[in-house]
């Protein structure tokens, strides 16, 4: 298994789409769920929603593939739960409901950047959800990998 490969845990909440940005449930369940809070600490970003084939209704106690570093699409919070517009280059956070928003992180802040997520790879204006080339309600991003 090489650095970028995904790895698989049991995800406690229901994912109705790809993009969420997760954490450890507990120390000691092994288990993950989508962040609930500002600057939890994050696990990866789910690959896939756990649909039911049949009834194509998110299920909650599924298995799911996350991916912990490199480049990917997650969740963008909405404008109106916003800080503020991102730039490219800007450190991204956890939110909440699994979805990122900018970090306050500057070399005189530094300890806000271990609460960072990865960083920006698209713009968003302040009120929109549409980023600069990219897909509404989603921000392509970097993941700072864990731990780094």
Same mark, same amino acid.
């Given at each position: 298994?090489?650095?970028?490969?995904?790895?698989?845990? %049991?995800? %406690?909440?229901a994912l109705d789409d790809a993009g969420y940005v997760l954490t450890?449930?507990?120390?000691?369940?092994?288990? $993950?769920k989508i962040v609930d809070g500002a600057g939890e600490p994050a696990v990866g970003v789910?690959?896939? #929603?756990?649909?039911?084939?049949?009834?194509?209704? #998110? %299920?909650a106690n599924? $298995? $799911?593939?996350?991916?912990?570093?490199?480049?990917?699409? #997650?969740?963008?919070?909405?404008?109106g739960n916003?800080?503020?517009s991102i730039a490219i280059g800007d450190w991204v956070s956890t939110h909440t409901d699994g979805m990122?928003? %900018?970090?306050e992180a500057t070399f005189t802040n530094i300890v806000n950047v271990d609460k960072a997520v990865g960083i920006a790879l698209q713009a968003v204006?302040?009120?929109?959800d549409l980023p600069?080339?990219?897909?509404?309600?989603?921000?392509?991003?970097w993941l700072k990998p864990r731990g780094g």
């Open positions: 298994m090489n650095e970028n490969d995904p790895f698989s845990y %049991e995800c %406690e909440t450890f449930k507990d120390a000691t369940s092994g288990k $993950v789910n690959r896939m #929603a756990t649909l039911n084939p049949v009834t194509l209704v #998110a %299920e599924k $298995v $799911v593939s996350i991916l912990h570093n490199g480049v990917v699409l #997650a969740k963008l919070t909405p404008h916003r800080a503020g990122i928003d %900018e970090l204006g302040d009120a929109s600069t080339g990219g897909l509404s309600g989603y921000l392509l991003i």
